[in-house]
């Protein structure tokens, strides 16, 4: 099975994750975040929490 980033696309091999490469139409796919971005996406999922907190103390 092939690991696809859902956002940059990049796939995972042997547990490395590199630039994003053609498939077979026949590959089974499953898709992921690759380290850097599940890295962004929680920043992104703790700034909203922060933020959402802050308007409800004010």
Known sequence: M???CCV????KKH??????????SG???SHG???GCYQQMMERIENFFV????????
């Open 2 to 4: 092939q690991v696809i």
């Open 8 to 11: 940059c696309h990049k796939t």
């Open 15 to 24: 547990n490395s994750w590199a630039a994003k490469r053609s498939a077979n």
């Open 27 to 29: 590959d089974q796919r």
């Open 33 to 35: 975040y690759c380290p």
């Open 51 to 58: 933020m959402n907190s802050c308007r409800k103390s004010a």
